[in-house]
């Protein structure tokens, strides 16, 4: 494996400054390329899935973590409040509380459910600066979450649905999971005791914890109990990755919720007429962006698969007289959606070049010959070429290519 704290720096993906502060790295241009390839897929993917996108704010009231329980539970990790007036505003430590108030805003029947919400929003964790490091410690985290409100009947199947998309992703992006864990309340828990670090109470524990082990059954994935490593509002599935250092950290999640729907008084009118309290299921599919990136980075190195590869197609003119044509041949190549840029004819040698974009899945040499025949030949990232053919089919070769296991490639 790769550590992508060194590598992240010389691809030119993230750096940090010590003006901006420890744990607060910022995206280079490459890095925010494959930032918003994974953005689009995710978003296409939560798309299909049923799910509805909504945006929130990354600060609320304290009141609201009050009532989420955070604050009373979670404050260690959370920024101080900030006064403004008379108000004083937090940096959320999560977003569900943001998604339990706009579940809240409307009126809901059994027949809209189940609504799923998801959101790739800021959240933000006081981390102690000694631990910091990289991306995968950070105090600014971009979390590609989502909260599913539904009927206790729906939980298992939503579960379900999430770790399915959750494989999928793991899939497409190359990912290999560690292990997955059930992750429960300590033995000693007593659970809803003012003294504790759970709330609600034993039962609705039980019965979320029986959920997500049949749906961890069902899947036919190994897994192991982990006691002590639920969330203070609920069991969860966590996926675990190693990163280079053989370090595990979560990444993905799915939580089943009695808690906060409560704490929200969030309601849907049933079958019956009546008024039902709806169950929260908390899911991150490809989890922080920041954690992502790394671990793509530490498993394949500066090869990324062309779909998230930073420039995906570099043009190369064998001299000046080749410039302007290189650039049309670029546009082009952007046109059709791909990442291309020139390496110009003054940066190097062809044979410099060539080096010097040695990580990008495709290069185009253009010489006098590719200028009057109009075609083009492909060098792919193993040094093999393919034979010359029609410029706009080699563009709309490229182009499926990279779409490969992007959004636009999605099975329907
Ligand atoms: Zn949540």
Same mark, same amino acid.
């Given at each position: 494996?790769?550590?992508?704290?060194?590598?992240?720096?010389?691809?030119?993906?993230?750096?940090?400054?010590?003006?901006?502060?420890?744990?607060?790295?910022?995206?280079?241009?490459?890095?925010?390329?494959?930032?918003?390839?994974?953005?689009?897929?995710?978003?296409?993917?939560?798309?299909?899935?049923?799910?509805?996108?909504?945006?929130?704010?990354?600060?609320?009231?304290?009141?609201?973590?009050?009532?989420?329980?955070?604050?009373?539970?979670?404050?260690?990790?959370?920024?101080?409040?900030?006064? %403004?007036?008379?108000?004083?505003?937090?940096?959320?430590?999560?977003?569900?509380?943001?998604?339990?108030?706009?579940?809240?805003?409307?009126?809901?029947?059994?027949?809209?459910?189940?609504?799923?919400?998801?959101?790739?929003?800021?959240?933000?964790?006081?981390?102690?600066?000694?631990?910091?490091?990289?991306?995968?410690?950070?105090?600014?985290?971009?979390?590609?979450?989502?909260?599913?409100?539904?009927?206790?009947?729906?939980?298992?199947?939503?579960?379900?649905?999430?770790?399915?998309?959750?494989?999928?992703?793991?899939?497409?992006?190359?990912?290999?999971?560690?292990?997955?864990?059930?992750?429960?309340?300590?033995?000693?828990?007593?659970?809803?005791?003012?003294?504790?670090?759970?709330?609600?109470?034993?039962?609705?524990?039980?019965?979320?914890?029986?959920?997500?082990?049949?749906?961890?059954?069902?899947?036919? %994935?190994?897994?192991?109990?982990?006691?002590?490593?639920?969330?203070?509002?609920?069991?969860? @599935?966590?996926?675990?990755?190693?990163?280079?250092?053989?370090?595990?950290?979560?990444?993905?999640?799915?939580?089943?919720?009695?808690?906060?729907?409560?704490?929200?008084?969030?309601?849907?009118?049933?079958?019956?007429?009546?008024?039902?309290?709806?169950?929260?299921?908390?899911?991150? @599919?490809?989890?922080?962006?920041?954690?992502?990136?790394?671990?793509? %980075?530490?498993?394949?190195?500066?090869?990324?698969?062309?779909?998230?590869?930073?420039?995906?197609?570099?043009?190369?003119?064998?001299?000046?007289?080749?410039?302007?044509?290189?650039?049309?041949?670029?546009?082009?190549?952007?046109?059709?959606?791909?990442?291309?840029?020139?390496?110009?004819?003054?940066?190097?040698?062809?044979?410099?070049?060539?080096?010097?974009?040695?990580?990008?899945?495709?290069?185009?040499?253009?010489?006098?010959?590719?200028?009057?025949?109009?075609?083009?030949? %492909?060098?792919?990232?193993?040094?093999?070429?393919?034979?010359?053919?029609?410029?706009?089919?080699?563009?709309?070769?490229?182009?499926?290519?990279?779409?490969?296991?992007?959004?636009?490639?999605?099975?329907?």
């Amino acid at each position: 494996m790769f550590d992508h704290r060194k590598l992240g720096r010389e691809l030119g993906l993230f750096d940090s400054d010590p003006l901006i502060g420890a744990g607060l790295p910022y995206l280079l241009p490459a890095g925010a390329a494959i930032r918003h390839a994974l953005e689009s897929y995710v978003a296409e993917l939560e798309r299909r899935a049923g799910y509805q996108h909504v945006y929130s704010p990354v600060l609320g009231k304290r009141e609201l973590y009050e009532i989420s329980g955070h604050w009373s539970h979670y404050s260690d990790d959370m920024y101080p409040p900030m006064k %403004v007036g008379e108000e004083e505003v937090v940096l959320r430590p999560s977003l569900c509380p943001h998604h339990a108030l706009i579940y809240r805003s409307r009126a809901h029947s059994y027949r809209e459910l189940p609504i799923r919400y998801a959101e790739l929003g800021g959240m933000y964790r006081s981390e102690l600066s000694g631990v910091l490091g990289g991306l995968t410690r950070v105090r600014a985290i971009q979390l590609n979450d989502g909260h599913i409100f539904c009927t206790l009947d729906q939980v298992a199947d939503e579960a379900r649905a999430s770790l399915d998309l959750i494989l999928r992703a793991y899939d497409d992006l190359g990912l290999n999971p560690s292990r997955f864990l059930l992750s429960l309340p300590a033995e000693d828990a007593r659970i809803g005791d003012p003294e504790s670090k759970y709330v609600g109470d034993q039962d609705s524990w039980d019965r979320s914890a029986a959920l997500l082990r049949s749906v961890l059954d069902d899947a036919g %994935v190994g897994y192991e109990d982990a006691p002590g490593e639920a969330a203070f509002y609920g069991p969860k @599935i966590d996926i675990q990755l190693e990163d280079a250092a053989g370090r595990e950290y979560t990444l993905s999640t799915i939580q089943v919720d009695f808690h906060q729907p409560a704490r929200f008084e969030l309601e849907y009118v049933g079958a019956d007429g009546n008024k039902h309290r709806p169950v929260m299921v908390h899911r991150a @599919i490809i989890g922080s962006l920041e954690r992502v990136i790394a671990q793509l %980075v530490e498993q394949h190195g500066a090869a990324l698969p062309a779909w998230l590869a930073p420039v995906q197609v570099v043009v190369l003119p064998l001299s000046d007289a080749e410039e302007k044509y290189a650039a049309e041949i670029a546009r082009r190549a952007m046109d059709r959606g791909l990442r291309a840029e020139v390496a110009h004819a003054d940066e190097g040698t062809l044979g410099a070049r060539i080096r010097e974009n040695r990580h990008a899945p495709y290069q185009l040499v253009v010489g006098k010959r590719e200028v009057a025949s109009g075609h083009l030949a %492909v060098r792919h990232r193993d040094g093999h070429q393919d034979d010359p053919a029609e410029a706009a089919d080699v563009l709309e070769f490229l182009s499926f290519h990279c779409r490969a296991k992007s959004c636009q490639s999605l099975p329907v």
